[in-house]
């Protein structure tokens, strides 16, 4: 799951760099926690949240294929 995030949030980002992603798991569900750039924010989370919503559809459907949940935040 990080990786497939990691992947999506980089290829967007003006500074792939300093995008760092944690990731914690319990027995049902896949916690992932997503740091930016200040700069690169508003081109992740997109226009109405379009671009952030659609990620979280990619990593949900990932989750489900292996019988699990996964919740995505955003932190700054």
Not at 43 to 55: C, D
Request: negative net charge; glycine residues 6%; proline residues 3%.
């Amino acid at each position: 799951m990080k990786e497939l995030v990691e992947y999506l949030v980089k290829s967007l980002a003006d500074r792939p760099e300093e995008v760092i992603l944690e990731e914690h798991e319990d027995d049902e569900t896949v916690f992932l926690e997503l740091k930016i750039a200040p700069d690169d924010l508003g081109k992740i989370i997109g226009k109405g949240g379009n671009t952030i919503n659609a990620i979280r559809t990619v990593v949900q459907a990932a989750a489900s294929s292996h019988k699990k949940r996964a919740k995505l935040d955003v932190v700054s």
